[in-house]
């Protein structure tokens, strides 16, 4: 199975926005870093026909080691959730696109 890498995805810019490839390569990481610094401050970014991503807050709860039987504390955490559009399910799933839903 193939995975998208940042090197990937600046080629990409490169060969169809028309930057040079160090360009590409900020530009990328300019967008990235915005990303996360809006999910690390508990904002939701939502890309418009892909989906939105959002940190959700999980609270203590008792869990159990599937090996030996134990019960363990989780101690509360934040969570990254992403949340696909209708447009990219459809995508996926060979459908067509849902009209003027850019959820």
Do not use: W
């Amino acid at each position: 199975m193939n995975a998208v890498t940042r090197a990937h995805l600046a080629e990409r810019i490169y060969a169809q926005v028309g930057l040079s490839r160090n360009e590409s390569a900020d530009l990328l990481e300019s967008v990235l870093g915005r990303v996360s610094r809006a999910l690390e401050e508990g904002e939701s970014v939502k890309i418009s026909g892909f989906g939105t991503f959002s940190v959700r807050q999980k609270g203590r709860r008792i869990g159990r080691n599937p090996k030996t039987g134990v019960e363990v504390p989780i101690l509360p955490r934040r969570v990254l959730v992403f949340r696909p559009s209708q447009v990219l399910k459809a995508q996926i799933n060979g459908l067509a696109v849902p009209e003027g839903d850019d959820e």
